[in-house]
């Protein structure tokens, strides 16, 4: 009988990753879309460096952090008990990581986009900074925060090297979909990995999929 649990385990981290990944990714983006200065490109570099860094680099990094030894899991562990290597937290802790890069650069080239005399003639109608982000620059670029957060949630689902550095393979716990692809692979049971497989691949599908009707779309509406 298939086991599904790893599929649950992965839709869960997934989720929840990408619902802070949503957040994080809008309110960044919000505050560095009109920056310009050297301080900003810096940071912003540091924002999407998860992209181009080794997942098991990236992982060790977190590894190294969080640990219950390390500055930050060490405050965890003892402020808020909160174990992050070896659980779920850490899994969302690696897909936030990995996804967030996404939805950010997604989010920001989309804020870019906004003509700017729009924005200011809101202004001088009075309207606060609030009402334009929130009724304007969210609605205009629904599209592009619609593509970040699905490619963040795909990356999230896909994600195997921090979460296997950082979360461990843990059956019943961390044993997310690409991780336990891995491991059956690893054992000989590739005939069990191929649902598994065809489930991550049928997915992609879908996701690249929308993804070119939503660019199909906004390119119409451009032209």
């Known amino acids: 009988m298939t086991d599904f649990t790893p599929f649950l385990i992965s839709l869960k981290v997934a989720l929840i990753s990408t619902l802070i990944v949503f957040v994080l990714g809008i309110a960044v983006a919000r505050w560095l879309y009109r920056k310009k200065g050297v301080f900003a490109r810096i940071i912003?570099?540091?924002?999407?460096?998860?992209?181009?860094?080794?997942?098991?680099?990236?992982?060790?990094?977190?590894?190294?952090?969080?640990?219950?030894?390390?500055?930050?899991?060490?405050?965890?562990?003892?402020?808020?008990?909160?174990?992050?290597?070896?659980?779920?937290?850490?899994?969302?802790?690696?897909?936030?990581?990995?996804?967030?890069?996404?939805?950010?650069?997604?989010?920001?080239q989309g804020f870019r986009s906004i003509d700017e005399k729009m924005l200011n003639t809101a202004r001088t109608m009075g309207a606060s900074e609030s009402k334009i982000f929130f009724k304007l620059m969210l609605p205009l670029e629904k599209r592009a925060i619609i593509a970040g957060v699905m490619l963040a949630f795909a990356r999230a689902i896909g994600e195997f090297g921090a979460t296997l550095m950082v979360a461990g393979y843990l059956p019943g716990v961390t044993n997310t979909l690409p991780l336990e692809v891995y491991f059956l692979v690893e054992q000989g049971r590739e005939n069990q990995a191929w649902l598994y497989v065809l489930i991550l691949v049928a997915f992609s599908i879908s996701v690249v999929g929308t993804l070119n009707v939503l660019n199909k779309d906004r390119f119409r509406e451009e032209n």
């Not at 952090?65 to 969302?92: C, D, M, N, R, Y």
């Open 44 to 108: 912003e570099s540091f924002l999407i460096l998860p992209l181009v860094l080794p997942p098991t680099v990236l992982g060790y990094i977190l590894l190294i952090v969080f640990s219950e030894q390390g500055p930050l899991g060490s405050i965890l562990k003892g402020t808020f008990h909160i174990s992050v290597v070896f659980s779920v937290v850490g899994a969302v802790l690696a897909s936030v990581i990995v996804s967030f890069p996404l939805m950010y650069q997604q989010t920001v």
